[in-house]
């Protein structure tokens, strides 16, 4: 069961889409694991909790359903789906792929096209460094997976993106889960600045192949904690 004892979010009066809303509660609250994996509700439970009415919360369930993070089973409710170590390194397989494309397409692209993306990637940047300075691990790996969605929606490949940021959801809960299991991860600022220097510079190849390097940087110390720590469902 979840450890929420309060709603998740109050109930909108007036919303431009129910559906939306409800979709990124539910989707905040598996990424953030306030719905674990393995969880087991109703729709009607799973709405009385995020404060929403239950037809906007089906439809945004059958959405998540697609997306791989919920499997809808008529008449017994709803399952958050767990990742599995295996399940992972697919994910990480697809991230190195995706990512390197994303970082490879913005350094093509002109100066003053690529200036505004690399400003954003190195003020994030600089707002994990100033979180790990104070020792906030959260608020580090908030600024981290903004900092690979704007590499990704950068890219301006919108079927990159919409493939990206699916698969980047199942990563979150890999990562949260994970945070304090493993070293301070003063790598990854060192990683993104060069991946930030390679687009900078307008080196597609140089990009691509820092972007891929910190990703399968990344993998290399995630599956095998997975292992030590015997941790078979995320």
Partial sequence: MSRLKTPI?????KAPSLVADAYQALKDAIRDNAFAP???GSEQEIALRLGMSRTPVHEALIRLQEEGLVRVLPKRGVTVLALSPDDMREVYDVIIALEGMAAELIAGMSAKDRRPIVAALESINAEMKNALQRDELDAWALADDRFHRTLIDGSGNMRLARLANTIMDQSHRARMMTLRLRAKPTKSLKEHQAIIAAIKSGDSMLSCSEA????RRARSELLP??????????
């Fill in 38 to 40: 393995g969880y087991q």
């Fill in 9 to 13: 979010a109050e109930p909108l009066a």
């Fill in 225 to 234: 904690l997975l292992d030590q720590f015997g941790m078979k469902h995320l």
């Fill in 212 to 215: 891929q390097s910190h990703r």
